[in-house]
């Protein structure tokens, strides 16, 4: 079945460090790809989705290219801030639609002054 | 409130007993998923519904029951609570009607954390 493999953590970097975040993942058809963010003691927030390969999403300096040919979907961002510390996960759409989705198992980081 | 909510945001229960976990959305989202997170795990799908009284299981659904008379509300039911639940739970909701190729956002609540003892 579908599925979603992400690097493992915690991650933690230094303020104004460089972020990657590994994601890939296994489907059959053309699912969309998603990153989620979740703060310390909330749900999780849509941080940003592509929906086709090639497709770039980007949201709050975070970016993110869908590459089919690679399977691969990482989290990169210029220069992080303290502010975001969280748990971060990549999901795909799941092929049986109804907007179901299947995650990975969530990367946490810590960024330290 | 506008948005999602969930009730309680605590609860610890013992084994045996049954625990409804609420779900509140106020959007009127056709959609609404319950997940368990787990350490490892990331967020696996208990149960959907794509509208009121149209529910299906997901990837996780042994020992859990879902309702949904209106489409404001998706209560969980822990029927005999075990250990193995012990997890934090999130309700979403989404808009609109699926279409193959298409997504709609999934909006979260801020989650149950339930202890069974």
């Known amino acids: 079945g579908d599925s979603v493999t992400q690097m493992e953590g915690p991650v933690t970097l230094s303020e104004e460090a460089f972020l990657t975040i590994n994601c890939t993942y296994t489907?059959?058809?053309?699912?969309?790809l998603f990153w989620y963010v979740q703060y310390p003691g909330e749900g999780l927030q849509l941080l940003l989705k592509a929906t086709k390969a090639d497709d770039k999403g980007s949201n709050k300096g975070f970016e993110a290219t869908y590459r089919k040919e690679t399977t691969s979907f990482h989290l990169e961002k210029g220069s992080v801030q303290v502010s975001d510390s969280a748990v971060y996960f990549c999901?795909?759409?799941?092929?049986?639609?109804?907007?179901?989705?299947?995650f990975g198992a969530g990367t946490r980081l810590a960024v330290h002054p | 409130d506008a948005g999602i909510t969930q009730s309680p945001r605590y609860k610890i229960t013992e084994t045996g007993r049954q625990v409804t976990l609420m779900c509140h959305q106020t959007w009127s989202h056709s959609y609404m998923f319950w997940y368990r997170q787990d350490l490892g795990h990331g967020l696996r799908l208990i149960y959907y519904s794509a509208a009121a009284d149209i529910t299906d299981k997901g990837e996780v659904p042994d020992g859990y029951v879902v309702s949904r008379s209106k489409t404001e509300n998706f209560p969980l039911t822990l029927e005999s609570a075990t250990r193995s639940q012990t997890s934090v739970y999130f309700c979403?909701?989404?808009?609109?009607?699926?279409?193959?190729?298409?997504?709609?956002?999934?909006?979260f609540g801020p989650g149950t954390r339930l202890t069974v003892l």
């Open positions: 999901a795909l759409s799941d092929s049986g639609g109804y907007n179901k989705l299947i």
């Open positions: 979403a909701s989404s808009e609109g009607e699926w279409r193959a190729g298409s997504y709609n956002e999934q909006f």
């Open positions: 489907a059959t058809g053309y699912p969309s």
